[in-house]
Each structure stands twice: as C-alpha cells, then as structure tokens.
C-alpha cells in the first residue's frame, strides 16, 4: 500500500516532510491585520524575543484528532545515525534537540505539524545528506568557501532540511546561528538609530542585544569554552565570549558594539565550527521596511546587523572554521526572491528579466559566490519513507509478544494531554467546588435521606420546610450538619477509588444521618453517639459482616454511572447555548439545571440504595424488609405505585439544584482564578473569524486555542473572543502588544478573561 501512494506522491510536491492532519488541511483565506500609520512609535524598545510566529492550532481541531501515538520504537535523530543508507528512514527529535528552537522558535509550517505531535519526526532527504555532507566538510575550513543556499518548489522542504542541518551542527558541537524567520531583521520590528555621519550604518541596539541572548542561551556550554582574544570596555583577555553576549542584553546602548566584538571573535577563534543558518534568506537582498529620513526604503546593507550578517554572506569576513547555509522560502509572500538572486545561484528567475530595469551591485555583489544545493523531487525511497512514517503515526500499537505493531484499521480514541501545573490546578478546583457545595447543602442531604427512608404509613417528616423546622427543633443548628465531615471524608474517599470500595462508609453516613430523628426506631437515640467507626462496627456485627456493609451496592452501581454522563453532557449542552465565559454566574445556572434533570431520570436508583441500606434496622417505621433491589421495587411500587420512586424528589431538587450549581461554579471560579494564559478579546467585527483570530495573536506565542463566539443563528460574530496561550508569559506579551492593532479594520481591546467584566450578550 505504501508503494503505491508513493508512487502517486511522485508527481505532487511534498508540503514538508513532517505529517499531520493539520497540514493537509486546505488554507483558509484570512483578513489582512492592518497597523497604525506612524510606525516610529512602534519599535520594540528591548527585551523582545524575535518574532517566530510560531502557532499552534491542534485546540480546533483537538476532537477530530487521534491519541498521539507512542513514537519511541522509531530511531532518535543523532548524528551517528544520518547516513547515505538512512535516506528514506523517518526520524524523531527529542526535546533535547529541539531545545534550540525554544529560544529561536521555528517557521509557522513547522510549528503547526510539530504541535500535533506527541514527538516530532522527520524524513532524511538525499538533499539534506548532501547538505550535512557540506558541513561535515566544512567543520575544518573556512566559512568563504562553504556559502550554500537550498532552494526548490514551493513545500520541497526547504525549511525542515535546514532544520534538520541546524540540529545536527548542534550535536556535532557546532556555535550555531539560527535565525528562522530572516524577515523579521528588515521589517521595522526593532527601533534603529540615524547614522552620525551622512551615509552611514543606522544602528539597531535592540535587535542586536535580542541576537546576541539567543544565541548565548543556546550555545552556552560550549561559549563558556571560548575566551577573548583582546581587551573591550570592562572585559578583558581570556574572558568567557557567554559573559559578553549576556552584557549585551543588560547595557543596550552598548549592543550594537558588542555584536560587532563578538561577531569578530568567532571569525578568530579555532575551538568550535560556527553554523550562520538563516531561513528566507532571500529577505536580504531586497530593500527593507525600515525608511530613512526622505521615507526612502533603506537596504539590508545599510542596517547594522544584516550589514555585518552580509559581511559574512558575500565572504568579505570569514569564520575560520564554519559554513554559511540559507534556504529560501515562499513566505513572507511580501518578499519573494529576487531574480538577481536566482541568477547568482545559476538558475533561471521565475518573471522575465527587463533590459532597461537595473539591478542592485551591492546586492549583486553581497550574493556573489553563494552555491546552489537544490531541493529535488521525492524520489521512490523517500516518498515510501513518508508514507511509513505517516501509517505508524496514524496508528500504533502491541502485538501478543508485547512488541510495537501496525494497525491500520485500528482508530485511537480521542484526548487531550496537560501538563502537570494545569492538573493540580484542576485538581485544587475540584477539590473546592467539592467542599463548597457539600457544606451548602447538607441540611437538605439529611432531610432527603429521612424521606426515603421512613416507612410511607409512619412518616412523620412530611413537608420540606415543616421537616427542617422539626429537624432544627430535636437537634438545634448541629442537626443540618450532623456527619457533614464524614459525608465530605466519604465523597473525597469515593473520589480517589471506586465506589465499591467506598460503599461502606455512605452506608454509615446514611446510618447516621437517622441516628437521632423521630422515626420510632429502637435504640436510636444510643446510636447517635456512636462515631463512624463504631456504626460501621454495629452493622457489621448485626447485620451479616460484609454483606451488612455493602447492602444496596447493585442499584448504587447501576445508578452513578448514567448520573455523571447525564450530569456533565447536559451542562456541556447547556454551556453550548448559553457560553459562561460572560459570566461566572451563568455557570451556577446551568449547573443546576444539569444536576436537576440528571437526579431526576437516575432517582429511583437513589430511593433504593438508602432503602437497601437502611433494611438491617428493626423499624417499622422504615417499612418492610425486602430480599434484594428487585424485591423492593415491587413492594415499593405495589404498596405506593411509581410515585414512591420518587419520595423525597423534592427535597432532593432543592438540594441538587443548589449543590451541583455551586459545584460548577466553583470549579470555574477557582479554575480560573490563576489562569493568565487566557485573555479576552473585543470590539470584534462582525465578519471575523476563528482563524484571523489566530492569525492576528500567533506572532506572540504558541496558541493552545481559540474562538469567536458566535450568533447561533447568523452565524456571524458577537463582537468579542477568547485566545489561550501555552503560558502566561505568552499571554501577557499579547496584552502588552495588541492594544495597538487594528483587526478588520477596527481597534481591538484585550484583557484577561477572568479579570474583564462580563460583556453583554
């Protein structure tokens, strides 16, 4: 099967090398993000990281989606391994590899396919062993002879083989360079200083800083290894070149001087082959968005870091050991490749070449001597490769003799993973709304216990507000609250095992809950100083052991399972119609009206588990004793009709209703009490979307998900969204920046989702 899709993959280009659902999804035309006009007052102004634009958008489609399967049979990504013969072998990066990319980021592409996996793999190419071979070649001589370009057919994979050679350099003990996203040296992202003298270099101190911290954070160790040949400012001879890459970042004024240093000593220095990779490359040999003070657009060698980057691009300056490898892209589509630059490569440029049109020198000049690896076609091996790689990740699995197996029919159930903050964040949310709703309703707990438990010819608690009134006249305020500790002990205990395991202690809440109310049992009034170890030591002495202990288990188990489904499918619902992100309190509505219709179609379940567990008791005023669930349905229902499945439903609304809401809202309160990682967007155009949504926050940070709410008739916006960021850092990078867009034309406003006020709907 494999060799049949590829031979039908021969003839179509390869997006990347990488699989996923996500990108063989269709593109999606989107709105242009439009900026305001005076672009002087929007320089980062220091301490920006580099705009990777890198997006994750596995939240929209995270249902239609497979369990990321277990990529740990296929072979790590090691040096060792990329050879002629592993030509066509899929490979997985381990997050130590790809540690780089934490601080550098990766192309939009990329991200996108990696999101989705659990691992992210790849497949080695013939371009890209040729590329490796360069470098392997190139560790010993001098970067002037080692300039290459990978080019090729838009989705070649250009990107992911220059990804793939950075990764190696890196583990070959390489200085790496790795700058995926060359636009964003030319877009006027950075603030840049005039010349002092006419015709000179304008400065960027902040790019120049944010440069130098990225590469020290990712090439630490081995900076710590090379020293300073020369004295400058405060350091001197033989000082480690990491501590000057970090002064940069603290003494901005300084940066643009500093990269020059720094950028010199790794042409002199011998202990570490240096890597210059850079994506689009082709953005530095056009002009750029920076403009002088006539507007007039200024070029990549008039700046002062892509004017020494070009330095080593054109061969004028050198490492003496290293290489130099670009790749061009299709993107930004703002800057396409220039012809000139195709011409220096000896290839044909894609639009015709006008006579009386005429090409920059310096340019010209700057790409004179880079060398072509050309980005060929899948051949056979590779395109089997592919395929392989995308039926394992479709489905994996263990064989009888506990081996990784292939199952192609084989359809994984959908999930999702979270990280460790976020469960014990859940957890502490849950373990609140738990406690809160509990203690809000227990009163009216004890008093639907009564109900369905007295006999229907002796009841003598009758009413809901005339029983509550006689509970608090025999007890006092301790009534409502009696065993309230043991319920909430029982309901933790039920939440951490099974309820088989824990059925013996509802049992003796149950027990003691009737302990001390009037219902003419013997020795009641003996049993309400009995602690919950010394009822349960009653039951099971009197009443059969074990079998006493777990009397009314079968229509418990019958009973809790369709309650919790009911219970949580009908707030999802409910949440489906009417959003809580508005407001918290709506969250306390629909969470109990969902606990209301699930306690109602799973009551009799209840009615019996506390009759069965009330049937060792001597009492005719807990009425008969029954021989099993199905006996005491038939008495129940001959001697009271079907109504008597539903004794107590009323107390038990208006304990559900309230419980299962505070619940709910609890949850969501707590949940969200820390939560910066979400924020509210609005002032929203009718017309936007889920994806222009994406679009507009991806440059900030990795997007876990995403959405417009919508009017369920029109389907067009409300006027306001929700971003959630991988972290709250992201996030805040978003609040900090996005005040200052227009999106569709309009100026959005942002805040955090749980500190905003609730918008009207």
Request: charged residues 25%; positive net charge.
């Amino acid at each position: 099967m494999a060799s049949r899709a590829a031979r039908i993959a021969l003839s179509y280009p390869s997006r990347q090398f990488t699989t996923s659902a996500v990108a063989h999804l269709p593109p999606k035309k989107g709105q242009t993000i439009k900026k305001t006009a005076n672009s002087f007052t929007k320089k980062n102004k220091g301490g920006n990281k580099l705009k990777t634009e890198a997006v994750s958008h596995s939240g929209r489609y995270e249902k239609l989606q497979a369990t990321p399967p277990d990529l740990s049979f296929m072979p790590e990504f090691l040096p060792e391994r990329i050879t002629d013969k592993s030509i066509g072998t899929p490979f997985r990066f381990t997050k130590d590899a790809l540690n780089i990319t934490k601080f550098t980021g990766i192309p939009p592409t990329l991200a996108r396919e990696f999101a989705t996996e659990r691992e992210a793999h790849t497949v080695i190419r013939k371009s890209s062993i040729n590329a490796i071979n360069k470098l392997d070649s190139a560790s010993k001589t001098s970067s002037k002879d080692n300039r290459y370009v990978l080019h090729g057919k838009i989705g070649s994979g250009r990107s992911i083989s220059l990804l793939q050679s950075v990764i190696y350099a890196q583990q070959s003990n390489w200085l790496v360079f790795y700058i995926p996203k060359s636009q964003h040296l030319v877009d006027s992202s950075y603030a840049y200083n005039p010349p002092s003298e006419s015709g000179g270099i304008w400065t960027q101190p902040s790019l120049s800083a944010e440069i130098l911290r990225i590469f020290a954070e990712t090439n630490k160790e081995k900076l710590n290894d090379v020293k300073i040949s020369q004295d400058y400012d405060q350091f001197k001879a033989g000082d480690k070149i990491y501590d000057l890459c970090i002064h940069a970042t603290k003494y901005e004024n300084k940066a643009v001087e500093t990269f020059d240093v720094v950028m010199n000593e790794l042409s002199k220095q011998t202990a570490h082959p240096v890597l210059l990779a850079m994506d689009s490359i082709q953005a530095m040999y056009q002009p750029t968005l920076y403009k002088d003070q006539h507007f007039n657009k200024l070029h990549p060698y008039e700046l002062s870091v892509t004017a020494k980057i070009l330095d080593f691009l054109s061969g004028r300056q050198q490492f003496n050991r290293g290489a130099i490898l670009g790749a061009t892209s299709s993107t930004p589509t703002t800057m396409q490749i220039p012809s000139l630059l195709l011409a220096q490569l000896g290839l044909q440029p894609e639009k015709p070449i006008n006579p009386f049109e005429k090409w920059n020198t310096k340019h010209l000049n700057n790409a004179n001597g880079l060398k072509l690896i050309e980005m060929e076609e899948l051949t056979f091996a590779e395109a089997v490769g592919v395929f392989e790689s995308f039926a394992k990740k479709v489905s994996t699995g263990v064989n009888e003799n506990g081996d990784k197996s292939i199952d192609e029919n084989k359809e994984k159930s959908p999930h999702k993973s979270y990280d460790g903050k976020k469960m014990m964040e859940w957890f502490i949310a849950g373990g609140a709304s738990g406690v809160a709703s509990r203690t809000a309703v227990s009163p009216i707990e004890r008093l639907k216990i009564l109900q369905q438990v007295q006999s229907f010819s002796k009841a003598e608690y009758t009413g809901l507000w005339s029983s509550l009134k006689k509970m608090y006249k025999e007890e006092g305020f301790k009534g409502f609250m009696r065993e309230n500790w043991q319920k909430l002990a029982a309901g933790a205990l039920a939440g951490i095992n099974s309820v088989a395991t824990t059925y013996p202690l509802d049992l003796v809440r149950s027990r003691l809950s009737i302990a001390t109310a009037s219902l003419g049992v013997e020795s009641s009034r003996q049993d309400a100083k009995l602690s919950m170890w010394a009822m349960g030591k009653k039951v099971y002495r009197e009443e059969g052991g074990y079998r006493g202990l777990y009397r009314g288990l079968v229509p418990t188990s019958v009973g809790v399972a369709p309650y919790v489904a009911i219970n949580f499918a009908t707030y999802e619902m409910l949440k489906s119609y009417i959003p809580i992100d508005g407001s918290k309190w709506l969250a306390l509505v629909i969470g109990a009206m969902s606990g209301t219709v699930s306690q109602t179609l799973t009551y009799p379940c209840d009615v019996l588990r506390r009759k069965m567990q009330v049937n060792g008791i001597r009492s005719d005023a807990l009425g008969p004793k029954y021989n099993g669930s199905i006996d005491a349905i038939k008495q129940i229902v001959r001697a009271e009709g079907f109504k008597g499945l539903y004794r107590g439903i009323v107390a038990n609304w208006m304990k559900v209703a309230p419980s299962i809401g505070v619940s709910f809202y609890t949850y969501e309160l707590c949940s969200s009490m820390n939560d910066n990682s979400k924020i509210y967007i609005s002032n929203l155009s009718w017309s936007t979307n889920d994806e222009d949504l994406a679009r507009a926050f991806s440059p900030f940070g990795q997007i876990s998900d995403y959405i417009v709410m919508k009017d369920r008739q029109t389907g067009r916006s409300r006027g306001f969204g929700f971003v959630t960021y991988a972290n709250d850092r992201e996030a805040s990078s978003a609040l900090e920046s996005m005040n200052e867009v227009e999106l569709d034309g309009r100026r959005i406003r942002v805040n955090y989702a749980h500190a905003r006020s609730s918008p009207r709907r």
